[in-house]
Nanobody, 124 residues
């Protein structure tokens, strides 16, 4: 079964940091662009960041630029989203997905269905 599994979420105070992991099972990530998305209660899911297969193209939404860093290790079949200086408005369920494209100004939609995601809660 082909799937991506997200992990690393949790409860953190404002200003704190977390590292989310996205690991592939059943297939290799090395030829795929990967995106991170988030969905807060009552809001639409939004693209947060993406990274191309070679890591040559990276995108960040304006809301996270300068605070989040995306990276990948194809040998480990994993993509990470490092989040710094977290704010209460970053509270959401975070999902990763193989995406149709990753451009400097945008992330494409996902292929397939969403995984279970990992919850990030930023609160004092």
């Amino acid at each position: 079964q082909l799937q991506l599994v997200e992990s690393g979420g949790g409860l953190v105070q404002p200003g704190g940091s977390l590292r989310l992991s996205c690991t592939a099972s059943g297939f290799t990530l090395d030829t795929n662009a990967i995106g991170w998305f988030r969905q807060a209660p009552g809001k639409e899911r939004e693209g947060v960041s993406c990274i191309s297969s070679s890591a040559g193209t990276i995108y960040y939404a304006d809301s996270v630029k300068g605070r989040f860093t995306i990276s990948r290790d194809n040998a480990k079949n994993t993509v990470w989203l490092r989040m710094y200086n977290l704010k209460p408005e970053d509270t959401a369920a975070y999902y990763c997905a193989v995406v149709k494209y990753c451009a400097n100004q945008a992330v494409g939609g996902p292929f397939g269905s969403w995984g279970q995601g990992t919850q990030v809660t930023v609160s004092s």
